[in-house]
């Protein structure tokens, strides 16, 4: 087990102006990066906090009671947020993840839902309104989540034996309601889409070499035939605090190993541009995909780079625009509203400036870093913290 490392400095101080550029950008029409990459998914991070410790996220030695979380005063509110969204939408953006932290546990978060559900997309295309949870609060809020205009949810669980799973999040959160709030929302029609079929409904698994490789099997056995895919997301070197090695890693080929022990596989196509997943189909007797038995997914971050197509940006809590998930700094768009007399075109015109220039690719680079530029060492900028910006 590789040594903690606990982060000297507080990643969320750092910020870069994000300043209105003195030739506007359009306000409106696609966006890309210098990479050609388009932007049209935005993750939302709707607070800092959350009741789970999974290690490789939010180590308890480190986000413990003396952590110092944003005060509320520093968050966006969901005008703010709404107002942004709406801007970002007007240069393309079509997904809107809502993360943190656990963003169930921001009060009233079904006002934010019902506002940004009614923002209206330049071409009428429906704007996809998603959102990653631990679950531990989705049994009571699915339904609320799904009046509010909420499409899917993404549930993240690392395994089905409650040993396993408390070692993964640290709490001690029984499996089970964790279950309970999946099937809640299935039952509230979260994850149907426009033909009333559960393609949206999607439950994600950090694999660690070193925990819960023997809960692969056991999952896939789970969802199988459920109509609720399963992604296997590699243990990645996010942040400054989880102690990431390279040895706790399990590439996604095993996992596909694994299960091909016991099922056998087909692989399918993307069903979208800058989908991080690789989708494989279970197989029927014949070998040929099964849409009835369903399918998994891996999502290979570390082994099998994707920062190719990468169309997402990173909103944090407090409204830093970040370009990639292991960046080491934002630019502080709520400067631009708080204080400020800046327009929405300047906001877009600001946003549009800022992405142009994005030439991140991290994963792609990993494997030529020299050693001691992990962002674990304290040589290097830190990474942000993906609880604070949201997986
Ligand atoms: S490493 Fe950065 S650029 Fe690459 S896929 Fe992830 S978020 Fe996108």
Redesign the pocket.
């Known amino acids: 087990m590789s040594e903690r490392v606990i982060p000297l400095v507080d990643q969320r101080l750092r910020a870069l102006a994000a300043t209105v550029p003195a030739l506007p950008i359009a306000a409106t029409g696609l966006l890309s990066d210098s990479l050609g990459r388009p932007l049209s998914d935005l993750r939302i991070s709707v607070t800092d906090r959350c009741n789970f410790r999974c290690n490789y996220c939010m180590p308890k030695e480190v986000f413990n009671k003396d952590y110092a979380y944003l005060p509320h005063s520093e968050l966006l509110n969901f005008e703010e947020i709404t107002r942004l969204a709406k801007v970002f939408v007007a240069h393309g953006v079509r997904k809107i993840r809502l993360t943190g932290g656990e963003p169930l546990l921001r009060k009233n978060l079904e006002i934010l839902i019902d506002q940004l559900a009614n923002i209206q997309t330049p071409d009428g295309t429906p704007l996809d309104l998603t959102l990653t949870t631990n679950g531990s609060l989705l049994a009571r809020k699915a339904k609320s989540l799904k009046d509010a205009g909420l499409n899917r949810v993404t549930v993240s669980l690392d395994g089905l034996d409650d040993a396993v799973f408390r070692a993964m999040n640290d709490v001690d959160f029984p499996v089970a309601d964790v279950l309970d709030g999946i099937a809640a929302a299935k039952d509230a029609g979260l994850g149907l889409d426009a033909n009333g079929q559960l393609t949206g409904l999607k439950v994600n698994m950090v694999v660690k070499r070193t925990t819960n490789v023997d809960q692969i099997l056991p999952m896939a056995r789970h969802f199988r035939g459920s109509g609720i895919t399963l992604r296997f997301i590699e243990y990645m070197d996010v942040g400054a605090t989880n102690g990431w090695c390279m040895d706790d890693v399990l590439p996604s080929a095993e996992v596909i190993q694994h299960i091909q022990q016991e099922f056998p596989l087909v692989a399918l196509e993307a069903s979208a541009p800058g989908e991080t997943a690789q989708r494989w189909g279970y197989a029927n007797a014949n070998g040929v995909f099964d849409p009835a038995l369903g399918e998994v997914g891996v999502i290979s971050?570390v082994t099998q780079?994707?920062?190719r197509d990468?169309n997402?940006a990173r909103l944090s809590t407090e409204g830093k625009l970040y370009l990639?998930?292991?960046a080491t700094q934002g630019y502080d768009l709520r400067s631009l509203m708080r204080g400020s007399q800046a327009s929405d075109a300047d906001i877009a015109s600001a946003i549009g400036h800022i992405w142009h220039k994005r030439d991140?690719?991290?994963?792609?680079l990993r494997a030529s870093m020299p050693a001691d530029s992990s962002p674990n060492s304290s040589s290097t900028a830190r990474r942000v913290e993906m609880s604070y910006i949201g997986g």
């Open positions: 971050s780079a994707f920062c990468c997402r990639c998930l292991f991140d690719r991290y994963s792609e």
